[in-house]
């Protein structure tokens, strides 16, 4: 008789739980649907044009990741997308595991898009949780897409596969549009916390004319669309990373040649030919728009920034001193460290930067490191030691001190 209660009990609450997990088939927010992918660094070099031909409408291009990495085909994709005709959307991999730190991504994704003018929502990917309860999670991811929000005035939606979507994240972001990953489906399923989907990843193996790769293929709806699709002007104190993969866009004035272009930017004709499909290196035109890879230093833009650095394996303060032209006594203090030689992973780095204004004035603001030496300074950015004397009015060649700021 126990047992027989007891089966009972058992069948009568697996009952329960299927009724409560029953996952239903959610629509799409309109009837209105457009083709879409969305790209990254593993697609490489796309033929934006042979993409909408092919009867994509919509891209979603990766921008950034955590608060130190920028897709180096970022801006790449971003300016042949919109001369092809696309509509841009961008999407940012959160790796905060900390509402503070997910504030700081939302401010760095800000800053990597700043000055853009995407068409589509701004898109949280937030799907590796580490050890976070579900509570943390919806936490960060609340803070993450208030503070975006904030920032860019644009608006955001949550980007989740169907799991993550109906068991970790709850009500509290349903005020964000979703766009659901569900693979081998002819429509997504849930069941719980949304109704509709203004974006749908159906298929990671697609095949698309003009993308060397397999890429994700997308449906979706114009709930997806931006009301404004202004230039986005952020005004905050983030910047983007020194990064060597880097790249800026210049519009060529009238008097330009590739080889000045080249020099002023501290790259080569062949890079520049190479990144955009140039036929002829000695026939470029006025108003034309050129992506420029730059030097680590490229994108700074102002005499001091700061920037915030999440450490990683194997990371030391001097590694990350190197990196990004500081001192590690700057980081330290900024940072209230005791002991220089004990940081830990994930630990969140404030680090203040000299920055200088390519485009202003063709200039490079350095700071000195230890060990340097005026003669390898100039080495290293292809002048002489005469000509560093000169602009910066240094009255001994061979005493420069560790944090001077040297014009280049």
Known sequence: MKKYKISILLVFTLVIQMIFTTCYAISPSS????????????????????????????????SSEGTNFVDPYFRQNYN???????????YHYVTARSTQQAIQEADFFASVINGTSPDCLLAMDFEYFGGLSNSEVNSIS????????????????????????????DSSLSSYPLWIAEYGVSE??????????????????????????????????????????????????????Q??????????????????????????????????????????????????PTTQNAFQNSENSTIYYTVKAGDT???????????????????????PNVIY??????IETVRYNVHATGKVIYLVKPGDTLSQIAQTYGTTVNELVR???????NLIYVGEKIRI
């Open 31 to 62: 009837n209105v649907i457009y083709n879409g992918i969305d790209v990254s660094e593993y697609q490489g070099n796309i033929n934006f044009q042979s993409v909408r031909n092919a009867g994509i409408d919509i891209v979603y291009i990766r």
């Open 142 to 169: 609340r803070t993450f897409l208030q503070r975006l929000e904030q920032v860019t005035g644009k608006r955001a939606m949550v980007y989740s596969d169907a799991y993550n979507a109906g068991n970790v994240f």
């Open 188 to 241: 997504p399923q849930l069941y719980r916390n949304w109704s509709t989907w203004v974006g749908f990843q159906y298929s990671d193996t697609g095949r698309v004319s003009g993308i060397n790769a397999q890429v994700d293929l997308d449906r979706f709806t114009d709930g997806v669309l931006l009301d404004n699709t202004d230039a986005i002007n952020n005004t905050g104190n983030t910047v983007l990373p």
């Open 243 to 292: 990064n060597d993969n880097a790249q800026i866009t210049i519009t060529v004035q009238a008097g330009d040649t590739l080889a000045a272009i080249a020099n002023k930017y501290g790259t080569t004709v062949d890079s520049i030919v190479s990144l955009n499909s140039i036929q002829n290196p000695n026939l470029i035109y006025v108003g034309q728009t050129l992506i420029i």
């Open 391 to 397: 602009i910066n009015d240094i009255q001994n060649p």
């Open 80 to 90: 042949r997308a919109k001369e092809a005709g696309l509509k841009v959307g961008f």
């Open 345 to 350: 992973v994930g630990q969140v780095l404030k």
């Open 317 to 339: 303060l001097s590694k990350i001193a190197d990196e990004y032209n500081v001192t590690v006594e700057s980081i330290a203090r900024e940072n209230s460290i005791s002991n």
